[in-house]
């Protein structure tokens, strides 16, 4: 019971695993491009939560500092991944990542 | 240089220029060019008449000999060979002086002859181009000092008498007689090619000067046996040219050749070369080769003389009368009648050019008649060749007053005394089918003159379907194409083909060669030309003493007493000394009589003298028994020619046949060549054939089995290879959906196999 009641690492990284299922799951499920961007914050998100429980109970602070770099990454790689978007609309007149299979073979 | 060598190399070189003109540039040139081989010949002529004047008549020197040579081929030391040097050069003694006079005056009367003679002919230029290269050939192996000089102009002598006697190529007859002249003389240049090689093989050079020495200084090596082989090996070429049983099927039917041509080949060169030869290596011929050379000698003159009694063609008779009178020549050499032989040489050089040339004039006149049987009262028409004609043939037959008696009664006095040296016997044979020649000479020249020149004329008696096949077998005019058919008339020939005529029958005179008309050791030439010492000389004790123990009393009383014999004891060489009467045994070296090493010769060269009279008696009663019997035959005819041929028929077809030796050789060597080549064919192609067609199907078999495994294995592998990445490629295609998603569903797929794989390993 008391392993239920006080929160400990299970739990973060519990969160940790639900958040990148559900990111997965968006990723390849949905069609909209712009919600598969979503998927991929929510997996970035989860790996940071990891990072932040690790630093948390190791003692360290490099567990701080890469969750900082993936924010500032995901930051950036949200900028152009948009920007894909926009111009894979522009070709495409469409944001479906199903139908966009010009690449096949 | 000597300045008698280069005027030769001039002469020499002359012919050839002649034919080199001819031969390229005859069409461009007026006549077809051919004063130019007569004037070349006639310069060449001019030239050689002033080398004979200043060695014959104004040195007059029996030993006379100058020579000159230049390295022409150096191989230095060829292995297994040794040093290999061949020289060319040039020798000219009384011989070579009296040959190259000889040569020339002839070839030049030849040209003259045949510029009326061949007018018209559609290749009369070329006709005169190869006249040139044949006397330059003769002049080479004239002038040349060492046997493989000799052996080069040898060949280029055969070369051109195939290109003069195939002439009138477009005559199947005179295609296969040019063939059967070349293959017959080659089969003698075999052997005479391996004698030289004997020779070389011992002394390492080719200089007929040198191997004598090397001879003399008693270096052969081998035994007598070789040196008696090498002797007749090289002597063959003396068959094979000169017309010797049994090679002398080709000179009989090289008569397709041009008429003139026959007078230049069959009289006055290629048929003396070999005579000529001979003589060059007479110092080296063994005892055992001069009797070979003798007999064969002895069997040719008698052989053909039988065959000319029969024959009817007008120049039929005249070969087979050469081929009798090289049998005289060669028979000569053979008993060792050295200077009588090679006079024979060049007064039957005259006269037999006189009569193929008169002959020649005869058949011009009418109209390429050859048949004597259809000829008769040309006395009337052609008084110049007549009178030349009878000349010659006087000459040929041997009577006193000519040329031929002197040659021919020294060559039969040269047997007899050979026989009588020689212990009789067999030997005796010799002159005796000489005298019996003599005869038969006689004869058949008789019945010549009679046929061709008195009685009427009897050309409408020919048959006339006969006439007409005979017409053309004859018939060169068809060739030249002129347009005496026409005219039926016979005429006498034109001047140029006279002078000719008139210059050889002057030449056929005794005054030329002998002031006295019974002797022709008297004359000029037979002292020009003295026998040589023997290089080989057998040393025979017992011979030498017989002669020195006899000095032929018996002979001294019928020979003039100019001939003196030095008979020291025994062992002293024999010297004997001609013209200078009353000389004394020790004289005879001084003054220029020569010296016998060999007894032997001395002997027969002594007995000879010794029989010149007895020759004499009995030639000219056979040359009266043989003109009688003609004139028995053919003049009063007592006997009729017909019945008598009917009576002896066998005999007479075996003569007219010509001792069916064409047969012999047609049926032995021609058809065994035909079965052996038959033989050889089935061989190549059962046996040879079968080798190489089952190489070839063994290679196709392989080929095909290479290609078998090309196609299925190594094809397999590449197109398996293939196939695979194909299929593969195939297969894995269908990944690649170009879906982002699917490709995000592989990459967690593999993550999550990857952690199943590591933690899996980890637990184990």
């Known amino acids: 019971m008391e392993q239920l009641t006080t929160i400990g690492l299970n739990h973060y990284l519990t969160i940790s695993a639900i958040l990148l299922s559900l990111g997965l799951f968006a990723v390849m499920t949905r069609k909209n491009a712009i919600v598969v961007l979503m998927g991929v914050e929510l997996i970035l998100n989860a790996a940071n939560i990891n990072f932040l429980a690790f630093s948390k109970y190791n003692g360290g602070m490099e567990g701080v500092m890469f969750a900082l770099f993936v924010i500032v990454i995901a930051a950036a790689e949200a900028a152009i991944a948009l920007a894909i978007v926009i111009n894979i609309f522009k070709i495409f007149k469409s944001v479906d990542v199903s139908s966009i299979d010009s690449m096949k073979e | 240089m000597h300045s008698l ?269 070999g005579v000529y030869f001979v003589a060059r290596i007479f110092v080296m011929l063994t005892p055992d080769a001069l009797h070979v050379i003798a007999f064969i000698g002895a069997c040719t003159a008698f052989m053909a003389a039988t065959i000319a009694i029969t024959q009817n063609d007008i120049k039929r008779v005249l070969a087979y009368s050469t081929v009798s009178q090289l049998g005289y020549m060669v028979l000569g050499l053979g008993v060792g009648a050295y200077s009588a032989s090679l006079f024979h040489l060049v007064t039957h050089a005259f006269f037999k050019a006189c009569l193929f040339l008169g002959s020649g004039a005869i058949i011009h006149a009418m109209h390429h008649e050859q048949d004597m049987r259809w000829m008769g009262g040309l006395r009337k028409h052609m008084p110049w060749t007549f009178a030349t004609f009878t000349l010659a043939t006087l000459a040929l037959a041997g009577l006193p007053l000519t040329s031929g008696f002197l040659s021919k009664d020294a060559i039969l006095a040269g047997a007899i005394g050979f026989a009588k040296v020689e212990g009789g016997g067999i030997f005796y044979l010799i002159p005796v089918l000489g005298f019996f020649s003599a005869m038969l000479t006689a004869f ?76 022709g050791a008297k004359g000029w030439f037979m002292k020009m030309i003295p026998t040589p010492a023997t290089v080989v000389g057998e040393a025979n004790p017992q011979k030498g003493a017989l002669l020195a123990a006899t000095p032929a009393p018996h002979l001294a009383g019928i020979v003039s007493p100019s001939e003196v014999v030095a008979s020291h004891p025994a062992a002293e060489p024999v010297a004997e000394e001609h013209g200078v009467a009353s000389a004394a045994a020790g004289h005879g070296e001084e003054k220029g009589g020569h010296v016998y090493s060999d007894p032997r010769q001395a002997e027969i060269v002594h007995a000879g003298h010794a029989a010149h009279y007895t020759a004499i008696y009995i030639s000219s009663i056979m040359v009266v028994l043989g003109i009688g019997m003609a004139f028995v035959v053919y003049v009063f005819r007592i006997i009729d020619p017909e019945k008598t041929a009917q009576a002896i028929r066998p005999l007479y077809l075996f003569s007219l046949n010509k001792w069916y030796w064409d047969e012999i050789y047609e049926a032995t060597f021609i058809k065994g060549s035909i079965v052996l080549s038959k033989i050889l064919s089935w061989f190549d192609t059962n046996v040879v054939d079968g080798i190489v067609n089952g190489v070839a199907l063994l290679v196709r078999k392989f080929a095909f089995a290479n290609n078998s495994f090309d196609k299925y294995v190594v094809d397999g592998m590449v197109n398996f290879t293939a196939f695979t990445v194909n299929t593969t490629g195939a297969v894995l295609r269908k990944l690649q959906t170009g879906k982002v998603q699917t490709y995000v569903a592989m990459l967690i797929l593999a993550i999550f196999g990857y952690f199943v794989f590591y933690f899996t390993r980890l637990i184990y």
């Not at chain 2, 060739?479 to 002057?506: K, T």
């Open chain 2, 5 to 273: 060598i280069q005027l030769s190399i001039v002469v020499l070189l002359l012919p050839l220029l002649s034919f080199v003109i001819l031969i390229f540039f005859n069409r461009r040139l007026p006549r077809r060019g051919d004063f130019i081989g007569v004037g070349i010949l006639g310069t060449a002529f001019g030239i050689s008449a002033y080398i004979f004047w200043s060695v014959i008549v104004q040195t007059y020197d029996p030993a006379f000999r100058i020579a000159w040579d230049f390295t022409w081929i150096d191989l230095g030391n060829v292995p297994g060979v040794g040093p290999l040097q061949i020289k060319m050069g040039i020798v000219i003694d009384n011989l070579t002086a009296i040959m190259l006079a000889m040569v020339t005056l002839i070839s030049l009367l030849v040209h003259l002859y045949s510029t009326g003679y061949m007018a018209g002919d559609k290749n009369y230029g070329r006709y005169f181009a190869f006249l040139g290269i044949f006397t330059f050939s003769m002049l080479g192996i004239v002038l040349s000092d060492n046997l493989f000089a000799i052996y080069i102009f040898w060949e280029l002598v055969g070369l051109s008498s195939y290109l003069l006697i195939g002439f009138f190529f477009e005559k199947d007859s005179a295609a296969d007689a040019q063939k059967k002249a070349f293959l017959a003389n080659r089969v003698g240049d075999i052997g005479m090619w391996l004698g030289i090689l004997i020779l070389y093989s011992q002394f390492h050079t080719f200089s007929f000067e040198q191997i004598y020495a090397n001879l003399a200084a008693g270096k052969f090596a081998l035994s007598n046996a070789w040196l008696t082989a090498a002797g007749i090996l090289l002597f063959m070429g003396c068959v094979g040219k000169s017309a010797q049983f049994p090679l002398h099927i080709w000179l009989p039917d090289a008569m397709e050749g041009p008429t003139p041509v026959s007078a230049l080949i069959h009289a006055a060169t290629m048929v003396a070369a």
């Open chain 2, 444 to 519: 058949y020249m008789g019945r010549q003159i009679w046929l061709v020149f008195f009685g009427e004329s009897r050309t409408h008696l020919k048959p006339a379907d006969n006439h007409h096949a005979d017409h053309h077998a004859h018939d060169n005019h068809a060739v030249h194409g002129d347009d005496h058919h026409a005219d039926h008339g016979v005429h006498e020939v034109s001047w140029n083909m006279r002078a000719p005529l008139v210059i050889l029958a002057a030449l056929s005179v005794f005054a030329v060669y002998s002031p006295d008309p019974l002797d």
